[in-house]
């Protein structure tokens, strides 16, 4: 019987009358464990890099002078500033000889040196510093990959029976299985690649001849002093939203780990005992087909083949006994071919099977 109609002919109120009769026991939880990873520290570090880089790359610089007043043997360099120190300071005058020429004592030095030691630049530089301690910090704490460990069972038990026959069912069902949550890729690149730029990007930060000038500098801490540079360029901008996002998400974890279970007992017990039903026809229907397939056998009169052959066809007895045994191996032959094809078919049912019953423990999570 095809499958369509096997399943068209059974009746509800059969099927009621047998759970109502054959009371069965489902017991069915899943343990789930998720622990979930909130990566969007990735994004707001990714969208800053570009801002820090300019600043890096082109920072704030500031001429220091320094002045000092020195004997004139250690002078080496006279510049205006020397000559207009010297008019205003007579007393350090030594002589003026008979053209007219001044010999000073003493004369001002000047001295300038570019640095790059602003506050602006330890502002950034901390921040670097923070912010390379903070991605450590957060890939100590996990892989930062979202998963869900699921663990299902599932004990069924029923008993029916069939005039003298009892028929006890226990089904088991265990599942252990681990999902991971892959959060969307960016621009094509997985969250893995991700965060080894991230981790290059840093690198090359702290190597840079910026961060390393300012070594000795004094680090900077908060409250940050809203200068008019951090307040109005662009990229200090940026660079004052990174530093308080990592102070607000530096003091709590980023992974949420959580554990519960659930009771699936309601939503499956009538799935399993229709699944029952089901299967207690089609054993009915295959002993009825088998039956059947009996006394049709038991209908046809050999013994009007047999005695054809005999008398009709003259053929001695041992005559006809190879021709059965012929027959017999012929029709053997031909029944092993098509126990291959069944197995076959069997093996594409179990496949079959194992997918169908893969769906099914996901439909448990």
């Known amino acids: 019987m095809e499958l369509e109609k096997f399943i068209k002919s059974l009746d509800l109120k059969e099927y009621e009358q047998f759970v109502k009769n054959n009371p069965s026991n489902l017991k069915a939880t899943t343990k789930v464990h998720k622990v979930i ?23 704030r610089r500031f001429i220091v002078q320094e002045e000092n007043i020195v004997p004139i043997e250690k002078a080496k360099v006279v510049t205006e500033e020397s000559i207009r120190h010297l008019a ?22 000047v001295y300038r040196e570019e640095t790059v030691d602003l506050y602006e630049n330890r502002f950034i530089k901390s921040l670097v510093d923070n912010l390379y301690q903070f991605v450590n910090n957060k890939l100590a704490e996990s892989d930062q990959k979202s998963h869900v460990d699921a663990d299902s069972q599932v004990t069924y038990e029923v008993a029916t029976k069939n005039g003298k026959e ?8 265990e599942s252990k299985q681990t999902e991971e949550m892959a959060p969307e890729k960016k621009d094509g690149h997985s969250l893995e690649t991700r ?25 900077v801490r908060s409250p940050i002093r809203k200068t008019n540079v951090i307040l109005k360029e ?5 660079a004052l939203e990174l530093w308080e996002y990592l102070e607000s998400n530096n003091i709590k974890p980023m992974t949420e780990v959580t554990d519960e ?20 026809e089609a054993l009915k229907l295959n002993k009825d087909e088998k039956y059947d397939k009996v006394k049709v056998a038991e209908d046809l009169d050999l013994r009007m083949v047999i005695t054809k052959l005999l ?32 197995a076959k078919e069997f093996k594409k049912l179990g496949r079959e099977y194992e997918s169908c019953k893969q769906k099914a423990f996901e439909l448990l999570k």
Do not use: C
Not at 195 to 219: C, N, R, T, Y
């Open 88 to 109: 205003q300071n007579t007393n350090l005058i030594q002589d003026v000889d008979e053209d007219g020429n001044v010999i000073p004592l003493k004369l001002l030095n």
């Open 261 to 280: 279970t659930l009771d699936r007992e309601k939503e499956l017990k009538a799935a399993y005992d229709f699944a029952f039903f089901v299967q207690n």
């Open 166 to 173: 009892t028929l006890n069912v226990t089904l088991k069902l």
């Open 311 to 342: 008398k009709e066809d003259n053929l001695a007895i041992k005559d006809v006994k190879a021709l059965v045994n012929k027959e017999i191996k012929k029709y053997l032959t031909i029944e092993k071919a098509k126990e291959k094809e069944i």
């Open 37 to 59: 990873s909130d990566t969007s520290w990735i994004e707001m570090i990714e969208e800053s890099i570009p801002y820090l880089d300019n600043i890096i790359r082109n920072p």
């Open 234 to 238: 662009q990229n200090f901008i940026k």
């Open 195 to 219: 965060i080894e730029h991230i981790k290059d990007v840093l690198a090359a930060f702290m190597g840079s001849q910026f961060i390393k000038s300012l070594q000795a500098s004094q680090p």
